[in-house]
């Protein structure tokens, strides 16, 4: 079975500060994982994916996150937030070797970004 | 640039009511799913389908819910008779094979009173 650990439910930054949202991942087979945002009042939108090849990946709105399989974590970072990055962020794992598109999110983290 | 749509955005009904939420996947997407999220809690996965059938589902989607593709672009999931515990936001996705990326919708809020 797989799982995701999302640590800290709300994480707190100032305009221009370093974003990082840890997310720490079981998984009994080579997983993909992914980071999904959702601003208020919206969908699931995908900010970036790993599923092979290189570890560091960069996804929309400045966003990016590195696969450590020593680590069993997919951190998201962004070296300078913004307003508009306030929203919900959820980490998810599938099994590479399943049949199926069936996601494991994590608790979320809600991202406040102050002035 | 295609998206999942989903209807309503959001329904109130009284326990013991049969709801029908609806969703359009994306059209050459053949792969389909439905997860809810309960208020304050994570994300879940309820059931996908695949080739007008379920492929897997979650030990929530019991007995009283149930999914259907009637017509080729809509793909449904029915509630036969709703609970409290069933006030959620429902999230219908689709992807176009199991190891791309899937798409969702915005969600239809549940509200059962």
Redesign the interface.
């Known amino acids: 079975a797989q799982s995701v650990t999302q640590l800290g439910s709300h994480v707190s930054v100032s305009e221009g500060a370093l974003v990082l949202l840890r997310c720490n991942y079981s998984s009994s087979v080579p997983p993909y994982l992914f980071w999904y945002v959702q601003y208020p009042n919206q969908g699931l939108q995908l900010l970036l994916k790993y599923t092979t090849g290189a570890t560091l990946v960069k996804g929309i709105n400045g966003f990016e996150a590195e696969f450590k399989k020593s680590e069993t974590s997919f951190h998201l970072t962004k070296p300078s937030a913004h307003m508009s990055d306030a929203a919900e962020y959820f980490c998810a794992v599938i099994n590479s070797g399943g049949s199926n598109y069936k996601l494991t999110f994590g608790k979320g983290t809600l991202l406040t970004v102050n002035p | 640039e295609p998206e999942?749509t989903?209807t309503p955005s959001h329904q109130v009904t009284q326990m013991g009511q049969e709801v029908i939420l609806r969703c359009v996947p994306i059209s050459n997407h053949l792969?389909f799913?439905w997860?809810r999220q309960i208020l304050g809690?994570?994300?879940?996965?309820l059931v996908?389908f695949?080739n007008n059938e379920i492929?897997?589902k979650s030990e929530i989607f019991d007995d009283q819910f149930s999914v259907e593709r009637p017509d080729g672009s809509n793909f449904t999931l029915k509630i036969r008779s709703t609970k409290l515990e069933d006030s959620a936001m429902y999230?219908c996705?689709s992807?176009q094979h199991?190891?791309?990326?899937?798409?969702?919708?915005?969600?239809t809020r549940l509200t059962v009173v």
């Open positions: 999942v989903q792969y799913y997860y809690q994570k994300v879940e996965f996908s695949y492929s897997e999230f996705a992807s199991t190891n791309t990326e899937a798409f969702f919708g915005q969600g």
